[in-house]
């Protein structure tokens, strides 16, 4: 009997618990200290590492209407052997390499260089009916290197880029990728496999179908605190 009352009064406390969280990020979220991603991303907002890097790139429509974010390094040096795609992780961008994107061409293996952001992510579209799964962001590379007439190049895949990349792998193993072939695929800091995967609290949170949604509202918080200018 007891241990049924105690159990009512912690539910009846994490049930509170969650309520005021929820009804802050309502209330956060109809404040004006953010303005919407749609402008925060105008240029006269971004610093200046971030205007520099946008620069440099273009917006490319996807067969869904979405746009994401390219940045096509030496896009006239077409021969696929010295050519770098670049696949960034979660919850970031392709803006993790933009110190050592020169550096990486100097060297003088890679003489062109293609990353993205995936859609959701950097300066990329960030729409609300999209399921964001590993098989569409796959889906989106595809258009895209298909797009770049890119046939053969090395592939650098990064944390969740790591399952981006096994995703493509396993297609090419199947015959889907078409006229795409990887030189080589180097794996960075990733799971590629779940039931072998290290997860960190923040991931397991994430995962979670209630929780995971009002924590994932924070990365949009974090990811205008360092890159944008708050008005």
Not at 52 to 65: A, M, S, V
Not at 102 to 119: A, N
Not at 131 to 150: C, G, K, P, R, T
Not at 199 to 221: A, C, D, E, N, Y
Request: aromatic share 14%.
């Amino acid at each position: 009997m007891l241990c049924g009352c105690l159990s009512s009064k912690i539910c009846f406390f994490i049930s509170i618990f969650f309520s005021i969280l929820i009804a802050y990020l309502i209330w956060e979220g109809n404040q004006n200290k953010f303005e919407r991603i749609e402008e925060f991303e105008k240029e006269s907002f971004l610093k200046l590492e971030l205007i520099n890097w946008k620069q440099k790139g273009f917006y490319f429509t996807l067969i869904e209407g979405e746009k994401i974010f390219v940045i096509d390094q030496n896009s006239t040096n077409l021969n696929s052997s010295e050519t770098l795609v670049i696949i960034h992780g979660f919850p970031t961008s392709s803006f993790d390499f933009h110190l050592v994107l020169d550096k990486i061409i100097k060297d003088g293996f890679f003489k062109r260089i293609v990353l993205c952001d995936l859609l959701g992510y950097g300066l990329s579209d960030k729409p609300f009916n999209f399921s964001y799964s590993v098989f569409e962001f796959a889906d989106h590379l595809q258009q895209l290197w298909n797009y770049l007439n890119i046939n053969d190049a090395h592939i650098l895949a990064h944390d969740m880029g790591d399952t981006v990349a096994t995703e493509l792998l396993s297609r090419r193993e199947r015959g889907l990728l078409g006229t795409i072939n990887f030189k080589s695929v180097t794996f960075t800091n990733g799971g590629m496999r779940i039931d072998l995967a290290n997860f960190r609290i923040t991931q397991i949170l994430l995962r979670l179908p209630i929780i995971g949604k009002l924590i994932s509202k924070f990365t949009v918080i974090i990811f205008k605190n360092k890159y944008f200018i708050i008005m």
